[in-house]
């Protein structure tokens, strides 16, 4: 069913404002928004169902600096909400890079993922940064060689502004993430081949199995495994939250870096601009396409902006009306 | 054959001395050095040999810095050795950091590749700072859905201090290197399947079609395509270096953060410290260990070192004594 976009944000504001102030609603919604209008619809609208709707988690206070440097804070989320925590510390990234040419800072305390990573990357680069983003999970990946969980999915995104559009990309560092056997179980499907095994290392194909062995790296190789614990120490080990944790605090590092200190902004958008045109020269297979991560997808996401309307699942909907 | 280690750097030295100074030559050694003291033997003594000889490439003049903030230097390598210019761009970085908790700094014009990339994280890490590094080279690799080669094999490392050895990690973001085309086609062997491709963008294990088609992301698909272009962005568009090219200069980009930004670095190394010790706690398949990146590699070089002797091929070593 179509939806307006507005009345969308509104649902969603009202929802979230069980727990939330008018504007920590409106800063969790856009994360959730920016979801749905890019597809990521399992970073959407679902986040306020499920075991862990975002409405449901009630801080205990709001985000507070805990340290500050010239060029960092560490921010203590009062176990907010992860889309609230993480754009409290995105917009302070941008601000100490502004100035500084640099900037890092990390979020401890936090309850539940940041939703779509790449959002931060996004805003980090329509600055005319770069952006790095690293978010640690509760324990659910092996470690190369080992069988039991030791790290989260970590997710790792990256922003680069251009003279259009930023180029964001962001990953999980799991062959599947976390929701991706939560939806098989529930829909009672069987998980890909690969991605998963049991509790003595053998490979499965039920989620449920999976749940209660642990998920491989995306490549089930030494690199994959590298990438998974290198956020593992970026989000969790430098940040003061938990790391290699069932029950715990989900950390996240954002860095922020500006072209200024290199070959500088103007000169990095022409070359980042023209290295996605050679990039887009390149022959392809037949039926395939060259996928500039997140640059691509502004158009849509424009194309649905200026519609003012977006498509969304009568069932989801049905039930968002509901709460 | 055994040969004293001390006797080894001499011989190198001695070769490199062709176009390189007394100093320079032992900068360039101490990574060759690494490369043979870790395994990494392609990055070693081969350096000497080859299409692009190291001793052979005589620089137009020294490093030197053609831009400079407080918190990075961009430097031009006057056409040097990789190794020599990634030393000065790594002492920097750490020069920087050391005082102003973060460094950036990147290099251009530089001929070949950087060697063992893990040497300068490594080196980062043990001055209690996180590296971070990527380094960009001719293109052979291609982007996902497509056929032509675009990106370099575009290794990535990173560096974490701990209580005890650094962790190091480091991976090209290919699914072979570029030696190791070299090194098939150089021993009449056929590459390992789902590496690379030809012209046509058809599977091969030919390395000669491969080196006219091109090479795989590491994992073949979007992951390892996104983050082939990041190092591309990162280590061409904003170092002033090529990118999506043949013939052109090497570019690299160094990072490095104190942990004091964030959580402090004597807790940081204590949290990666225990990082380390909960993921070693794993149970493992049987025949496995649990190998943590570069720690775990320090005991070997460490034992080395102290016997004073390395093994070296015979064929090798005697080439090297000719040269």
Redesign the interface.
């Known amino acids: 069913m179509k939806i307006k976009i507005n009345e969308l944000k509104s649902l969603i504001i009202n929802v979230l404002k069980e727990n939330y102030s008018q504007e920590e609603a409106e800063k969790i919604t856009e994360v959730f928004l920016y979801a749905e209008l890019t597809g990521k619809d399992t970073q959407g609208i679902l986040k306020l169902f499920g075991s862990e709707p975002a409405q449901n988690i009630k801080p205990k206070y709001p985000p507070k600096i805990i340290?500050e440097?010239e060029?960092?804070v560490?921010i203590d989320g009062g176990g907010a909400a992860g889309p609230l925590v993480a754009q409290v510390a995105t917009e302070k990234v941008i601000e100490i890079a502004k100035t500084?040419?640099?900037g890092?800072t990390?979020t401890n305390n936090t309850f539940s993922s940041v939703g779509a990573i790449s959002f931060y990357a996004r805003k980090i680069a329509q600055n005319n940064l770069?952006g790095i983003i690293a978010a640690s999970s509760p324990r659910g990946v092996?470690?190369?060689?080992?069988?039991?969980p030791?790290y989260g999915t970590n997710p790792i995104a990256?922003g680069?502004p251009t003279m259009k559009h930023p180029?964001v990309?962001d990953?999980a560092t799991s062959a599947i993430t976390w929701y991706g056997l939560v939806r098989a179980k529930a829909l009672g499907q069987n998980i890909p081949e690969n991605v998963a095994v049991d509790h003595q290392?053998n490979s499965t194909r039920d989620p449920d199995i999976a749940m209660k062995g642990a998920i491989l790296p995306?490549?089930n190789?030494?690199?994959?495994t590298?990438?998974g614990?290198?956020v593992?120490?970026?989000a969790?080990?430098?940040?003061?939250a938990s790391?290699?944790f069932d029950e715990g605090d989900w950390g996240t590092?954002y860095?922020a870096?500006s072209?200024?200190?290199?070959?500088g902004t103007e000169?990095?958008k022409k070359?980042?601009s023209?290295?996605i045109l050679?990039?887009k020269?390149?022959?392809?297979?037949e039926g395939?396409?060259?996928?500039?991560?997140g640059y691509d997808k502004e158009i849509e996401m424009a194309r649905l902006i200026k519609s003012g309307e977006i498509e969304v699942e009568d069932k989801i909907l049905d039930s968002l009306r509901a709460l």
Chains 1, 2 share one sequence.
């Open positions: 340290k440097t060029l960092s560490v500084k040419m640099f890092i990390a770069i092996l470690h190369h060689g080992g069988i039991d030791v990256f680069f180029i990309f990953m290392g995306f490549d190789s030494y690199k994959g590298g990438l614990m290198i593992e120490l970026l969790g080990a430098l940040t003061g790391y290699v590092t860095i870096i072209p200024e200190l290199l070959i000169e990095f070359n980042s023209d290295l050679k990039v020269q390149s022959k392809v297979k395939q396409k060259i996928k500039i991560p």
